[in-house]
């Protein structure tokens, strides 16, 4: 199972569909994935070592290096395939390599 985190400026509403839409499209592409989504202030260096891929609406500057793959998830939102199709592509692209 690959964890994912997601996260969004006040963790309610846009990293809960980037949640959803990551869930869904990596089932269809016959991936097992874990998604939690979070608010950005309450990400710390232990909660990020705990997931494989970082997915935040977009780059966000740590006091802490992050480690792990990150996939800036906003074109998710659009819902439109010209733009999210790139992002579900670079997801699978890194659980590929974690596998």
């Known amino acids: 199972m690959i964890k994912i985190l997601a996260a969004c400026g006040a963790g309610i509403n846009s990293s809960h569909q ?3 839409a990551i ?3 990596m089932k269809e592409r016959g991936h097992k994935v874990q998604v939690d989504a979070v608010v950005v202030k309450d990400i710390n260096k232990e909660m990020m070592d705990k997931y494989d891929i970082f997915t935040p609406i977009s ?3 740590f006091s802490f290096d992050v480690n792990i793959p990150e996939v800036e998830a906003g074109p998710i939102l659009y819902r439109m395939p010209a733009m999210s199709k790139p992002v ?3 997801i699978e692209e890194e659980i590929k390599k974690l596998s």
């Open 18 to 20: 980037i949640k959803t």
């Open 23 to 25: 869930e869904n499209e």
């Open 59 to 61: 780059h966000t500057k």
């Open 88 to 90: 579900f592509d670079q």
